[in-house]
């Protein structure tokens, strides 16, 4: 009871509006780090079901602070890495905006964020570069050149990269080696580095730990059940097995002891041979006999069975394919009714020498 109303009055202390602001916290983190992995193992409908999510809990006013407004920025960004590849979908009002066109706008916002400025640059020139590579990749020129415009004039442009893209755009060139280089497949990579290292530097796995203990000791306690239940069931055996062994006893001594006498061996009666001799007519009829028998025995056996020219044919296909020798991978190749790797192998010596 002491402990109940100690937890009651803890509650009553701490007001219930700070405890969701802790718990709000922690769901976010928890999420964000579920669309981390998401994005990482590149799972886009588990991606999207988490994103709603998320986005349901970023509407609520205890979410504060600069740490909370980068976790949003980031998962916009990755939201709209995800669906690069997709130019119908839309994340802007404007519709000549793609996807890899709105990211690379939220990557320049998030320059705080990366601790290794070059990662920083190296993800801004392959946001660039994706952004028309797509384009070129579904055959649309025009896009491309719209794409080209539209970061020319809205984003910070390396004039080596924009020159390059502009005479690939010209010659058409999908599969030019600058773009092979600057792949998707790279842009993925390095942004997962970013996001290793931003986890590493601002943890967000509270509730992941804390379920991670929670599943460790129920499948702890859960053992020790199955311990349990495995030990009460072999004393149950043993008790039953003991049951049995006593009844069996009692049974032996409930039989007589006389009856036993019964069956006692005549010990007075010796054991002895007898000895006659057998007239030539009984042992020409006892031999003639067994070699009746002998002969209805051989009869029972199966004849042996002749090689058709079929079998023959399997045979030589068989070692035309495999080889000489290789009978039992012959043997699976085709159905030669029963017969024996040796027998293949007798036949085959027959018809070589047929052959010379």
């Known amino acids: 009871m002491s402990e109940n109303n100690s937890a009651v009055d803890a509650e009553e202390s701490v007001s219930f509006s700070r405890v969701t602001a802790v718990v709000t916290d922690w769901m976010l983190d928890f999420l964000f780090v579920s669309l981390c992995r998401s994005f990482k193992e590149g799972k886009l409908d588990d991606f999207n079901v ?13 979410l504060k602070g600069d740490l909370c407004e980068n976790k949003k920025m980031i998962t916009a960004f990755l939201a709209r890495v995800m669906h690069g590849k997709q130019l119908d979908v839309q994340f802007e009002e404007d519709e000549n905006v793609m996807p890899l066109m709105s990211a690379a706008k939220i990557w320049s916002h998030l320059e705080d964020t990366v601790a290794d400025k070059s990662v920083f640059k190296n993800i801004t020139i392959l946001l660039l570069v994706q952004s028309v590579a797509v384009c070129l990749e579904n055959g649309q020129i025009t896009s491309a050149c719209s794409a080209l415009k539209w970061l020319e ?26 773009l092979m280089n600057l792949s998707y497949s790279c842009l993925l990579e390095k942004i997962q580095c970013y996001l290793d290292a931003y986890l590493e530097k601002n ?27 495995q030990e009460s069931s072999l004393s149950k055996k043993n008790k039953k097995g003991n049951e049995t062994a006593t009844c069996l006893r009692r049974k032996r001594k409930l039989l007589s002891t006389t009856i036993s006498d019964v069956w006692k061996p005549d010990t007075c009666k010796k054991p002895y041979v007898y000895l006659r001799r057998i007239s030539k007519n009984e042992l020409s009829h006892l031999t003639s006999a067994k ?4 002969s209805e025995i051989h009869k029972r056996r199966k004849p042996p069975q002749k ?3 079929q079998l023959d044919k399997y045979l030589k296909a068989g070692v ?9 991978r012959i043997l699976l190749d085709f159905d030669f009714e029963g017969r024996t790797g040796t027998m293949l192998k007798d036949r085959w010596r027959v018809l070589t020498r047929s052959q010379l």
Not at 321 to 328: D, S, V
Request: glycine share 4%; charged share 25%.
């Open 153 to 178: 004039n809205n984003q910070k442009f390396p004039q080596n990269v924009r020159v390059k893209l502009s005479k690939i755009v010209k010659q058409k060139e999908t599969y030019h080696p600058f």
């Open 50 to 62: 988490r994103l709603s999510s998320f986005e349901a809990i970023c509407h609520s006013p205890s």
């Open 307 to 309: 090689w058709t020219p």
């Open 203 to 229: 943890p967000c796995d509270y509730l992941l730990k804390a379920a991670t203990k929670i599943i460790q000791l129920s499948t702890n306690t859960e053992d020790l059940k199955d311990m349990g239940t």
């Open 320 to 328: 035309e394919r495999h080889g000489q020798g290789k009978w039992a």
């Open 291 to 294: 070699s009746v028998n002998t």
